[in-house]
């Protein structure tokens, strides 16, 4: 009688456990900046799209419309609802005109019907190094984005 070995030995099974843990410790570092990085564009992502839609509402709704940043609590708020909360890891300044804003901890860049605006200035730069800049012209209220690498005018 003849009998056939079904299986992995012990000596099989741990040579794979050693490989999967070279691994996922070879894999962890790259992780974190994945994570970093799409933390960093999701923010810039939403960044954008909270100017856009303080214009879009100003042009829809025929009322002048803000966007606000408040350096205290780093919330964005477009007239009054909350839009996004910054975490530490980004540093934000924000240019806006002085007479709107009132308060040196809220910058407000207000967005008018006929789709100009009060214009401004927003610099959002990660921890690691990454940043942009969005810009908002006040005499057509476009929007528009740079990276702080770029030279721009």
């Known amino acids: 009688m003849q009998f056939r070995s079904r299986g992995f030995s012990l000596i099989e099974l741990m040579l794979v456990l050693a490989i999967m843990a070279a691994a996922t410790a070879a894999a962890l570092p790259a992780m974190g900046r994945m994570y970093d990085a799409m933390q960093y564009r999701d923010s810039v992502r939403s960044l954008i799209s909270s100017t856009k839609a303080a214009r879009f509402k100003a042009l829809s709704s025929g009322r002048s419309v803000d966007w606000v940043y408040r350096a205290g609590s780093r919330e964005v708020l477009v007239n009054d609802k909350l839009q996004q909360t910054f975490d530490e890891s980004f540093s934000i300044e924000v240019v806006s005109a002085k007479e709107l804003s009132g308060d040196a ?46 030279e721009f005018i």
């Open 105 to 150: 901890r809220k910058a407000v860049i207000r967005f008018y019907p006929d789709g100009s605006s009060s214009g401004g200035d927003i610099r959002l730069e990660h921890e690691t190094g990454k940043g942009v800049q969005v810009k908002v012209d006040w005499l057509f209220g476009r929007i528009s984005q740079h990276s702080l690498e770029e």
